[in-house]
């Protein structure tokens, strides 16, 4: 192994440790810093890979904007901060989740290695230019940037409006 494989290897790890810890914890905010970190550190695996462009877009759409459109969100509709007996779930619904989920991976883990075992990257061979990712992104790839910009702003109006619905007392208008 060499230390690109190690150092690949400890990111990928940190990475998949606080994705997991995105989605299993019980406090809101935790779960958007959690993932700030998660996507954060996927931007160190991009780095690791030789795909500066990717990685510095990742933290810039990523990091910047969606965890700050979360975070907005949060405080915009004024959303419980800590844990609530009302909110939560039984552990019988955590755990199917668990296993669902896990399913769901191996699943498509048995789907997706076959095809993709095969096939080897050359790390040391000439990098993609930005040029290429250019034209990748505003050729095939523009309609789904397109969509995904329309999500966010639909995403930030809707969470303005929720947060127009609470009234200065606490209570909801009806």
Known sequence: MTTRDIVFAAVGLVTAVCGALAVTTRHVVHAALWLLV?????????????????GLVQLLVYVGAIV???????MLTRAPIGPH???????????????????????????????????TVDLDGPPTT?????AAIFGTWVWPFELLSVLLLVALVGAFAVSRLVVPDGGRRQ
């Open 38 to 54: 998660c996507l954060g550190s996927l931007a160190g695996c991009y780095l690791v890979l030789g795909q500066e462009l990717v």
């Open 130 to 134: 930005t040029p290429q990712v250019g």
């Open 68 to 74: 700050v459109l979360v975070l907005f969100a949060l």
């Open 85 to 119: 007996a009302h909110i939560g779930t039984r552990l019988w619904q955590r755990v199917a989740g668990g296993v669902l989920g896990a399913a769901t991976t191996a699943l498509v883990a048995a789907l997706a290695l076959p095809v993709l075992g095969a096939g």
